[in-house]
């Protein structure tokens, strides 16, 4: 791995996105570590969370690599948003095990929408975002104009987008887009205590609801018929049976 760092402790495993000089920009190689290194913390037996986070105290992802596409084709574009959003934003998005943005600095275009695809986002407060794009030129590719609607409303979306404009943490806390707003020295620590608290759980059964809250963003799916689907198969799980037995026998569950 060339663009981030790994590390597995405590049963979570951080994934640091390590371009500093580039304020971490997402370049191809990266998008392509990233995907790798979710695959790898979905199969590990010892990460139960995961934490995605950027290197130093500037930027989380200041976007994709504009430097790369500069001189792209309407084909080129197509397949870079297409490839993209395949093997890295719905690869976060839909991963059975919990995924975090520690959101430590800017998170602008591709950086907020990697951020997005993540389950839930925790921001340092000098933290600032946006989805820039228009500026550039070009829309966002990665999820941006779906996933910011599905967060913070279509009207803020739509300010956000078409302004290209950066909002700070406070701001985005008040729009829902982060949950926590907290110092950069408490980040990652914060982070780790939400995470700990969700490793007391069923990991099994987080999967599943990670399953059925998706399902029902997907167009043509109905959200309700998976929830039944997935509630009806968490009944046929250890898990289930450990959790039950553990509440009857008044101890705590051991999953
Ligand atoms: N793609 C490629 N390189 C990027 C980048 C991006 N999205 N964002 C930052 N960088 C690079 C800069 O080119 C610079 O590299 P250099 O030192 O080799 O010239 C380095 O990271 C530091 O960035 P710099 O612009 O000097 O920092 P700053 O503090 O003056 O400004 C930002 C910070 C975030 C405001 C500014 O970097 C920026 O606007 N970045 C682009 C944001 C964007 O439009 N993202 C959406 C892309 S679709």
Do not use: W
Request: hydrophobic content about 40%; proline content about 3%; aromatic content about 6%.
């Amino acid at each position: 791995m060339n663009n981030i760092l790994v590390a597995t402790e405590n049963k979570i495993t951080t994934i640091t996105i390590n371009r500093p000089n580039k304020l971490n920009a997402l370049n191809k190689e990266t998008i392509a570590e990233l995907s790798q290194a979710i695959d790898t913390a979905e199969d590990n037996e010892n990460t139960r969370v995961i934490i995605l986070t950027g290197s130093g105290e500037k930027a989380f992802v200041a976007g994709a690599d504009i430097a790369e596409f500069a001189d792209f084709s309407p084909e080129q574009g197509k397949e870079l948003a297409a490839h993209g959003q395949d093997i890295l934003f719905n690869k976060v998005e839909n991963c059975s095990k919990p995924v975090i943005a520690a959101v430590n600095g800017f998170a602008l275009g591709g950086g907020l929408e990697l951020a997005m695809s993540a389950h839930f986002r925790i921001a340092s407060d000098n933290a600032r975002v946006g989805l820039p794009e228009v500026s550039l030129g070009v829309i966002p590719g990665y999820g941006g104009t779906q996933r910011l609607p599905q967060l913070v409303g279509k009207g803020r979306a739509m300010e956000m987008i078409m302004t290209a404009g950066m909002i700070d943490a406070a701001t985005a806390h008040s729009y829902g887009l982060v949950n926590h707003v907290v110092t950069q020295d408490e980040l990652i620590s914060t982070c780790e205590k939400i995470a700990g608290k969700i490793m007391r759980n069923s990991p099994v059964a987080i999967g599943a609801a990670i399953d059925a809250v998706n399902a029902g963003y997907i167009d043509g799916v109905d959200g309700y018929q998976a929830e039944i689907d997935c509630f009806g198969a968490s009944f046929g799980t250890d898990d289930f049976k450990e959790g039950t037995t553990a509440f009857l026998e008044k101890r705590k569950a051991e999953f």
